[in-house]
């Protein structure tokens, strides 16, 4: 079983930065793939960013192309998601996931992810 406890949204003006940690539990973290998601208010939930278990390949969001980044630290067991450049339009409540299939192809399906944050909020004023 792997637990993800998400932290470091709020509020923020436009044109700044937040960085989002991802802490998981479990020994096997470092073999999975992990996402970043997001959820607008009405809005359905949707893929930002993912990352290999490796750190070698990373995937975003054409709407979060060249101001997110996505990366990890296998020893520490953290995931972390970058920001910058933010606008009112990155509203929404981030969730991080795992995917335990470590040769999976397709990242940006949250329905191939096993495990899910409780999510943290990004309010983004305009």
């Known amino acids: ?44 939930r949707e893929f930002v960013a993912a990352i290999r278990w490796s750190g070698g390949r990373t995937y975003y969001a054409d709407s979060v192309k060249g101001r997110f980044s996505i990366s990890r630290d296998n020893a520490k067991i953290t995931t972390y998601l970058q920001m910058n450049s ?18 999976r192809s397709d990242l940006t399906d949250g329905g191939n992810y096993d495990y899910w944050g409780q999510g943290t909020r990004v309010t983004v004023s305009s």
């Open 86 to 103: 933010l606008k009112p339009e990155d509203t929404a409540v981030y969730y991080c996931a795992a995917d335990r299939d470590t040769y």
């Open 1 to 44: 079983q792997v637990q993800l406890v998400e932290s470091g949204g709020g509020l923020v003006q436009a044109g700044g930065s937040l960085r989002l940690s991802c802490a998981a539990s479990g020994r096997t973290f470092s073999m999975y793939s992990m996402g970043w998601f997001r959820q607008a208010p009405g809005k359905e």
